[in-house]
């Protein structure tokens, strides 16, 4: 693999295909993945101090433990305008969609007025969503939806830019440690993401290159960019155009892939 600069803090990486190999991934339970993302959360919600400001409060509840400051980077690192020309998207799918903060962000940040489409497993975030950004009127643009992403059928549905911020962050092994679960999770949301997608998908991930084994938490699941790669690449097969990762701030463990499709 080669890498090569790239504006701000992303590298194009260019994969040798030829050498990307798995081996089958297993069944999921979607019962458990529920049950294990909810308690995930639950534990963030009632660590975060509620004497903060609400905006602060629902951050650092969806998993940005610096708060605001963390969630702008990553949304900035995941929108940008040098990666994705936001005068020609119309319409946008969220995975793990949390308080619908997203779509704030891209309406002040790029003046998106397109269709935008929320979808997460926990309740409490999508009725705070519902509440804040969408109305019940018809042609509403903006939809939140309650539910497991692998589990939602969205027909022949395609959205130009598919975002997934908020998950692969939780440890589908727990109590063990992160490992074939949550790679199988990982491998299948991906895998949905791009089906989706017209021309782009955004994915973060906690980056275990970098972060120390023994600063890890055992709630949490992290991955090698060598993995993502791999299941960005299976997923993609002849769509596949580019691939760019950055960190905020540089070599940190939060990563955002780009990546590049042919339009379907």
Known sequence: DTTEAFVANFRTVRPNKSSLTMSPSGPLDSKSIVSRTEDFYKERRDATDTNLPQDEIEAINVGYVGGLKTQQNLFEMASDPSLLDWQKISRVLDVGCGYGALCDFLKSQHHYQ???????????????????????????????????????????????????????????????QYGKLSFDYARKIVAKCVNLAGSAVSLYFPNSDNIEEGERKPRMAYYSQREIELMVIEACGDRFQAMKFGSSPPNSRRTIVHVSLTNV
């Open 114 to 176: 397109g269709e935008f489409v929320g979808i997460d497993i926990v309740p409490e975030f999508i009725d705070g969503a519902i509440k804040a950004y969408a109305t019940e009127s018809e042609e509403s643009l903006t939809q939140f939806i309650c539910g497991d992403f692998l589990e939602k059928d969205f027909g022949v549905e395609t959205f130009d830019v598919v975002f997934s911020i908020g998950a692969l962050s939780v440890n589908q092994d727990f109590p063990e």
